[in-house]
């Protein structure tokens, strides 16, 4: 029996094909490589298509025996969003509409979902519950609670079990420096903080500092995608065991701000770092921090990497290894 793993040659996929492997999962992995790199991952089984081509992901399911799917295909830019929701719409919704109808057609019921915090909106509570109220500020968590809705309603009617992971903001990278995050155009605090001391950019920008917090810059809760891809591993164990639909919440529950992750990879890559304070970027809540207690208790998930700095380090050690992301591997 093998695990389908679409996108999975993105940032958190390739990294939870690798964990999943390195457990003695047998991996089949989907991706487009719209966004995802096939240097990524290392499997036997790689088909490049479009989830929206039912046609050839009928063919996947029908030759191999699979008996769940990570569901990571998907746009995932909250600017890009905004300027083009066609795209998200086509690409996120459609897309899984695609999927689910293909995997209950061919009997595959277990579906692990990758969701996003941008699901919940500007929070209401701090840090935030699964219980709280979902009101989407763009069109990527729209689409990514459409998805959620998509499920519920194939569980209610075709009795598909899903678990929902809405994440928070993914760090990192593999220990081993061979795979991490590669995004053109990259827009993720961290890997354009770490461009600063790999002279490919000047300074860093920080998109305000008025906001109502102790430095006056955002907060966010960081999560080492290695902990991320952990939490999938356990989501699948509990769908494949029989256990009923969930939605969890991934961070650690710690918030850094903007000022105090750049001061700690400062120390990391012992940088000096120039940043400037500008405008704010339309849309940035002042604070996003996840209560993970639910997967704990639940999943008995215990994440290993939730240093900040461990999580620099690690990113640290891939950009550096590879100034051009998977365009320097062979
Ligand atoms: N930031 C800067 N300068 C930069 C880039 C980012 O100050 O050059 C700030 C942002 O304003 C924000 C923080 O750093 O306060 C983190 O920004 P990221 O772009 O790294 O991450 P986001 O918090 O915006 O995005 C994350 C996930 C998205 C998800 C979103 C939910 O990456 O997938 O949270 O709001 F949709």
Not at 214 to 238: F, S
Not at 267 to 280: G, L, N, S
């Amino acid at each position: 029996m093998s695990i389908l793993i679409t996108g999975g040659a993105g940032y958190i996929g390739s990294h939870t094909v690798r964990h999943l492997q390195s457990l003695g999962k047998e991996i089949i992995v989907l991706d487009n490589l719209q966004t995802g790199h096939r240097k990524s991952v290392d499997v036997e089984k790689f088909y490049q298509f479009d989830i929206r081509d039912t046609e050839k992901l009928d063919q996947v399911f029908k030759e191999n025996d699979i008996e769940g799917v990570i569901h990571f295909a998907a746009n995932s830019l909250v600017g890009e969003s905004m300027t083009d929701p066609y795209k998200y719409y086509s690409n996120n919704v459609y897309g899984m509409l695609c999927l689910l109808k293909r995997m209950y057609e061919n009997k595959v019921e277990k579906i692990v979902f990758s969701s996003s915090a941008a699901t919940y909106g500007e929070p209401k509570n701090i840090p935030i519950l699964e219980t709280d109220p979902t009101k989407p500020t763009n069109p990527y968590g729209e689409t990514k609670l459409a998805m959620e809705k998509m499920m519920h309603w194939f569980d209610i009617a075709y009795g598909m079990k899903y678990v929902s992971l809405r994440y928070f903001n993914a760090a990192g990278a593999h220990p081993d420096g061979d795979i991490g995050e590669d995004h053109g155009p990259e827009t993720h605090l961290i890997p354009l903080i770490l461009q600063v001391p790999l002279g490919k950019r000047e300074y860093i920008s920080i998109y305000g500092d008025d906001y109502p917090t102790k430095d006056g810059t955002c907060l966010r809760d960081y999560i080492h995608v290695l902990d991320l891809a952990d939490a999938h591993n356990l989501a699948l164990e509990y769908l494949l065991d029989n256990n009923d639909s969930e939605i969890f919440n991934l961070g650690s529950g710690n918030g850094f701000s903007v000022k105090e992750v750049i001061e700690a990879a400062r120390i990391v890559t012992a940088h000096e770092i120039k940043a400037k304070v500008t405008d704010r970027r339309p849309g940035d809540p002042a604070v996003l921090i996840a209560s993970s207690e639910k997967i704990k208790s639940r999943l008995g998930w215990n994440p290993k990497r939730e240093n900040i700095k461990t999580m620099i380090e690690d990113a640290w050690r891939w950009h550096k290894n590879n100034k051009n992301g998977f365009d320097d591997k062979n």
